[in-house]
């Protein structure tokens, strides 16, 4: 049963660090996301995959936070169920790292994340 569990542990480990080496070492930090054999990846700490088949839409909005902003995406799946909020900055649009993300920048990454999600095929909602 230890023997079992350890294995287990081992596993997880090995995971966690390859899904760290993944987002250190990739072109793409910028990116909110990531399509690979017809699952959307979300690209975070620990990256969340998800069916595109099971998706049915994906919402946007954003929050205040003193003089910075940053955009929420939640992800709605076929029978209601939600994903955790995912956040992300203007980086993703500019492709380089800001430290003052201001609403319009929100704005604009909004709507080319919206764009290339739709492009495959994916309803998406700005609230």
Not at 41 to 69: G, H, M, R, W
Not at 90 to 95: G, H, Q, R
Request: proline share 2%; glycine share 4%; hydrophobic share 45%.
């Amino acid at each position: 049963m230890i023997y079992n569990m350890m294995i287990l542990n081992v596993i997880v480990l090995v995971i966690g660090i390859v899904f760290l080496l993944i987002i250190i070492k990739r072109n793409n930090r910028y990116d909110v996301f990531a399509f690979f054999d017809n699952r959307l990846a979300v690209l975070t700490i620990i990256p969340a995959c998800y069916d595109i088949d099971i998706i049915e839409e994906i919402t946007f909005s954003k929050i205040q936070l003193k003089t910075n902003f940053l955009g929420i995406m939640r992800i709605i799946k076929k029978g209601g169920s939600k994903s955790r909020p995912f956040l992300f900055d203007s980086c993703s649009y500019y492709k380089k790292f800001k430290i003052q993300n201001y609403e319009n920048d929100i704005e604009l990454t909004t709507m080319k994340l919206i764009e290339e999600l739709q492009r495959h095929g994916i309803k998406c909602k700005k609230r």
